[in-house]
């Protein structure tokens, strides 16, 4: 699995809203970007700052539940069971879509 460039992260992250001011303008702070994958995205509108994971394998053998929640999770569009981690994206219709963020239950 090629590694995505900040640009391409960024542009998919424009698709997402921030978990806690709703805006959707992100940025990848290059200073914390890290050799494993793994970067820190951050809120242009509110600073909040939240780890993104380019390195889907490495992150997938590292936390073991990843593959079963996948398995579970519904398309929001055709409802079909099954997503892989590439932002989420129905192994049906191919939609991606993004997950609801657990900070946003608090609301």
Known sequence: MPSPTVKEVETR????????????SFGIDQRFTQADGEWRGVCKKCYYSF???????????TQ?????????MSCPTCNHQGVSLNFLTCTACQKTFPERSSLEAFE
Do not use: N
């Open 51 to 61: 780890p993104v994971y380019t390195d889907m394998e490495f992150y997938l053998r």
């Open 13 to 24: 992250l424009e698709t997402v809203q921030c978990a806690i001011c709703k805006g959707s």
């Open 64 to 72: 073991p539940d990843i593959p079963y929640r996948l398995k579970e």
